[in-house]
Nanobody
Framework: QVQLVESGGGLVQAGGSLRLSCGAS????????MGWFRQAPGKEREFVAA????????IYADSVKGRFTISRDGAKNTVYLQMNSLKPEDMAVYYC??????????????????WGQGTQVTVSS
């Protein structure tokens, strides 16, 4: 089992940047596919980005491709989401998630077993 804690959310103007962090407990961080999802009020949770166990593969939602970058640091048991050129439509609660079992990078919330508590990202226009 793994516990996930997100940080780094906040208020930013459109066009600005934020870096989210997600710290994972336990010694098996490298055994998890890690993903970022987001949920805006009144909307379903949606996929943002995911990275493979060794960080060698990444996938992104079309809406963030070219603006967001997911990365992971095994030594720090942390996964990051660098968000640049933020838009008002990026405003949401952002969640990190861990998948211990899949062989492919999942884009559906149901594919992830563990979740953090979320961090709010607010983008002002």
């Amino acid at each position: 089992q793994v516990q996930l804690v997100e940080s780094g959310g906040g208020l930013v103007q459109a066009g600005g940047s934020l870096r989210l962090s997600c710290g994972a407990s336990g010694r098996t961080f490298s055994s998890y596919i890690m993903g970022w999802f987001r949920q805006a009020p009144g909307k379903e949770r949606e996929f943002v980005a995911a990275t493979s166990r060794n960080g060698g593969r990444t996938i992104y939602a079309d809406s963030v491709k070219g603006r967001f970058t997911i990365s992971r640091d095994g030594a720090k048991n942390t996964v990051y989401l660098q968000m640049n050129s933020l838009k008002p439509e990026d405003m949401a609660v952002y969640y990190c998630a861990a998948d211990p079992t899949s062989v492919r990078l999942g884009v559906r919330p149901i594919e992830y077993s563990y979740w953090g508590q979320g961090t709010q990202v607010t983008v002002s226009s």
